[in-house]
């Protein structure tokens, strides 16, 4: 099985801050990497697909980066509204997510 | 406009099943696949596995093989998760989500609203 971990597991950080989420995976995955966005008592919604299309619709101020076992996950200038649980996924073997990492508002 | 609608909340026993439904609409069901990804309170998305709406082939995580049964009725555009043999630790919101599968590319581009799965004696 592929082994997916993220850092940091939360982070505070202040409005208009640039924000950076780390993911890796146990063994190569290629580019096979999704990230989503999951707000208190809400479903998940992709945001990255493939390890940096940003999917259709989502701000541009969230991007993602890497391959092979090393992922970035940024959003360069942090909102009120991108107040949630972000989690990794890879889809090179099954599916697999990340523990996710928390971010909130300092 | 694509909506996933899941059945609701459930209350059961240890050792019981339950059955979620997932009743899609705004595309080609068939088209596509679904997965099933639960959520343990407080705690972080796990895979549960996928069918495809297409054929009905299953792909299982192994930790639930021999309890999980998937299916689909195309007739209704619905997919259904049934897990037996349930233990205070499947207590969870269980969601389903469209999986769109094109060239090497796979993500879950739409989801159900979740549907809580406590169990309980």
């Known amino acids: 099985d592929i082994q997916m971990t993220q850092s940091p597991s939360s982070l505070s950080a202040s409005v208009g801050d640039r924000v950076t989420i780390t993911c890796q995976a146990s063994q190569d995955i290629s580019n096979y990497l999704n990230w989503y966005q999951q707000k208190p008592g809400k479903a998940p919604k992709l945001l990255i697909y493939d390890a940096s299309n940003l999917e259709t619709g989502v701000p541009s101020r969230f991007s993602g980066s890497g391959s092979g076992t090393d992922f970035t996950f940024t959003i360069s200038s942090l909102q009120p509204e991108d107040i949630a649980t972000y989690y990794c996924?890879?889809?090179?073997?099954?599916?697999?997510f990340g523990p996710g990492t928390k971010v909130d508002i300092k | 406009q694509v909506q996933l609608v899941q059945s609701g909340a459930e209350v059961k026993k240890p050792g019981a099943s339950v059955k979620v439904s997932c009743k899609a609409s705004?595309?080609?069901?068939?088209?596509?696949?679904i997965s099933w990804v639960r959520q343990a309170p407080g705690q972080g998305l796990e895979w549960m596995g996928w069918?495809?709406?297409?054929?009905?082939?299953?792909n299982y995580a192994q930790k639930l093989q021999g309890r999980v049964t998937m299916t689909t009725d195309t007739s209704t555009s619905t997919a259904y998760m049934e897990l037996r043999s349930l233990r205070s630790d499947d207590t969870a919101v269980y969601y389903c989500a469209r999986d769109y599968s094109y060239y090497d590319s796979r993500l879950f581009d739409y989801w159900g609203q979740g549907t809580l799965v406590t169990v309980s004696s």
């Open positions: 705004g595309y080609t069901f068939t088209s596509y696949g």
């Open positions: 069918i495809s709406a297409y054929n009905g082939n299953t």
């Open positions: 996924q890879q889809y090179d073997n099954l599916f697999t």
